[in-house]
Every structure is written in C-alpha cells, then in structure tokens.
C-alpha cells in the first residue's frame, strides 16, 4: 500500500471527499496517472483538481496523457493555463454518488460576509 492509498482509506472510513487538490507531486505518467485514479473518485461535485506542470517541454506529454485517460468517462470542465509550465485546472463535475461542494462566501463564524 503506498501512502495515498493509506490517506484515500482512512478518508473513505471517515466519509471525506475532496473539495480542492492540486496534483505537483511526481511528473511520469504511470505515477500521475495512479495519483489521479485514486483521487478524482473521491473529489466532490463542483470540486477542483488542479495538475501542475502539464505544458513542461521533458514530462508534459506524459502528464498531459496521463490527465486525459484519468478524466477518461469523468464530466469535468477543463482549462490549462499556458505559464509556469502548465497547470490544468478541471472542475469535477462528478456523478450523483458524490456529495456536492458546499459554497461559502466566507469561512464559518466570520463576521464579515454572511452564508450563502
């Protein structure tokens, strides 16, 4: 069991799903590749996956087919941002078995900005 398997367990046993990750870990394709299956089942409708380093001139392609085949069958809306080396930013629009993403203009208990 390598470590995201671990966290992917322990979240699942305690009904945690993903509102926002940001994928700037390993840069081959058989690593973003596992990465991205084990993380994009668990994110919430309207959550954000975003994946560095997509446009990189040595390990773009990789990560660029990596990211297709992981969103392969998945509805998402999808944009890259061309600087920095790419980054993709891909909103999951999920399927009727993940929770929704609650939106908040401002952070519980903050007197500046009231719910939603």
Not at 19 to 33: K, R, S, W
Not at 83 to 94: T, V
Not at 99 to 105: A, N, R, Y
């Amino acid at each position: 069991m390598d470590i995201l398997d671990g966290f992917i367990t322990e979240f699942t046993a305690n009904n945690v799903w993903f509102d926002f990750v940001l994928h700037d870990g390993a840069h081959d394709y058989e690593t973003v590749l596992h990465d991205l299956q084990k993380i994009i089942p668990y994110m919430k409708r309207d959550s954000i996956l975003m994946v560095h380093d997509t446009l990189h001139s040595h390990c773009g392609p990789g990560m660029r087919k990596a990211v297709d085949k992981a969103l392969d069958g998945v509805d998402v809306e999808l944009v890259t941002l061309p600087f920095g080396f790419g980054l993709d930013i891909i909103r999951i629009m999920g399927t009727s078995l993940s929770p929704q993403i609650e939106i908040t203009k401002n952070k519980p208990g903050s007197p500046f900005v009231t719910m939603l």
